[in-house]
């Protein structure tokens, strides 16, 4: 089978129900923006930034030091090694958190108790934990059964926020029923506790992967599991970081209306989940894609057809969103409306981050994991510094600029040191192509401007169909020339 077409199966068969999974959770935004204030709100958003930071911590670069040894080792010492590590760190976490649980609690500050704490450390140490019998799935190419638990997964977390945030609510209200063991004043609590349900159910469809395994753990893999790993680790944690460490600092950095501020950005945040889930889709296939099956110096040209296609494709998608941004916008409650203006911003962060990724194969493939530390640590300082320096000066747009700014710097880098020491020839030319071609697409279509919405969306949409047609003759040209 040609490569592209089975990266591009596989990233289906992960990314559809990933897909519809996330815009169904996606759906839950509008339900949390109509119930919620900006405040409130804003809790969930920095709650949910530690848990991303946490949930690196907890797994430490393991998942990627499972797809590298588990192909060229005993996998079943590797899974029950990598295992047994995750299950201990995981324990003195918990301990941890039970002896200083008030603290943290001090430290979060207005509007977190304990028992939020409580059910987002208690859902950390199990997707930590079930995250190696995914990996296990994955290298093993059950991406059905992988997709299968994953939707599961988000289903039944959607399925209970509905219940505690609108089914249960209306039913007492409209029928004065008295639902035992509920009560609506917990507010967002809810949110957690369904992560947590979700979680469990996780763990108990994933049991199976935990059987029939000879249970060994080896010192000796155990060392080079670590040596490999820790660079990914520092990778995942400056990645959390330039991810969600503005939702961290707003809450810190704004005297004025912190948390509502920090709500705002986080509900606008949620409507780049197209670009997203289009880039984790992609992850998801690429890794094992190419650890399992293509190395060496004919599979170059398979990554430059790749990036081609996957930058063409993140550029469709932020036109397609930026077209029809005003019936998108509806999705949040009125209230949120002013933060839309970070929307183009994230989008091109997450396209970058995207971008990034798939340049970074490089520092995997040639074993160089620590350049890939140090692009990450590159990224968090200019994050860290740019938010720190903009945050008090432009409030929630200094932290959309410095995620956009922090990607990209990454992905210059990236290529510039992949280029001396795993040198691809991409076709820079046809990217920058594609990316002139939708930039002024996008510039073109902010001159149609109409009273009525549908007519202007329905006008918009021949320039949507025009940077298909350059991208589907640019690359059928490509294949014209190599046939």
């Not at 000879?214 to 490999?228: A, G, P, T, V």
């Not at 995997?364 to 890939?372: A, C």
């Not at 990209?408 to 991409?426: A, D, E, H």
Request: glycine share 6%.
């Amino acid at each position: 089978m040609n490569p592209l077409k089975k990266l591009a199966g596989q990233t289906a068969i992960y990314g559809i129900p990933t897909i519809i999974g996330r815009f169904i959770n996606w759906l839950l935004v509008p339900l949390y923006t109509h119930v919620f204030v900006e405040s409130v709100y804003g809790v969930v958003t920095n709650l949910m930034a530690y848990t991303a930071l946490f949930m690196v911590l907890l797994t430490y670069g393991m998942e990627t030091g499972f797809f590298r040894f588990a192909a060229k080792e005993n996998k079943s010492t590797v899974f029950s090694t990598i295992l047994t590590s995750l299950l201990v760190t995981s324990a003195l976490f918990l301990s941890v958190l039970f002896v200083f649980i008030d603290d943290i609690h001090i430290f979060l500050g207005e509007g977190v108790k304990n028992e939020y704490i409580l059910f987002l450390a208690l859902t950390l140490v199990i997707d930590a934990i079930t995250s190696i019998p995914f990996a296990k799935l994955r290298l093993e190419g059950k991406a059905k059964r992988f997709a299968l638990i994953k939707s599961i997964n988000i289903g039944t977390n959607v399925l209970f926020n509905v219940l505690f945030l609108l089914a249960f609510p209306f039913l007492e209200k409209t029928f004065e029923i008295n639902i035992p063991f509920y009560d609506f004043s917990y507010g967002i609590g809810y949110i957690f506790f369904s992560y947590f349900i979700a979680s469990l159910l996780t763990l108990i469809l994933l049991l199976p992967e935990f059987f029939g395994e000879k249970y060994i753990f080896s010192k000796k893999l155990y060392k080079r599991i670590l040596i490999y790993s820790f660079p990914i680790f520092i990778v995942g944690i400056c990645g959390m970081i330039n991810i969600n460490l503005d939702k961290i600092l707003l809450p810190k950095l704004l005297n004025k209306e912190a948390l509502a501020q920090t709500g705002i950005y986080g509900a606008n945040y949620k409507l780049a989940l197209v670009m997203y889930i289009f880039v984790q889709a992609f992850k998801f296939a690429f890794e094992p894609f190419f650890f399992s099956s293509h190395k060496g110096e004919d599979s170059k040209s398979v990554y430059v057809g790749v990036l081609n296609i996957f930058t063409a494709t993140g550029l469709l998608i932020f036109l397609a969103v930026m077209f029809y941004i005003d019936k998108l916008i509806f999705f949040i409650d009125p209230k949120y409306h002013t933060g839309i203006v970070i929307l183009p911003l994230v989008l091109m962060a997450n396209l970058f981050q995207g971008i990034y990724y798939s340049l970074s194969l490089w520092y995997k493939l040639s074993d160089k994991t620590q350049f890939g530390a140090y692009m990450a640590v590159l990224g968090s300082v200019v994050t860290i510094f740019l938010n720190i320096l903009l945050i008090p000066r432009i409030g929630y747009m200094g932290s959309a600029y410095a995620v956009l700014i922090c990607f990209f710097t990454m992905t210059i880098v990236s290529y510039l040191l992949g280029q001396k020491y795993f040198k691809i020839n991409y076709n820079i030319k046809r990217i920058g192509f594609y990316f002139l071609s939708a930039f002024v697409l996008y510039f073109i279509s902010k001159f149609i401007v109409l009273d009525n919405t549908w007519l202007q969306m329905m006008l918009k949409t021949p320039l949507l169909l025009i940077f298909c047609v350059i991208v589907l003759y640019k690359e059928q040209l490509l294949m014209f020339k190599r046939n």
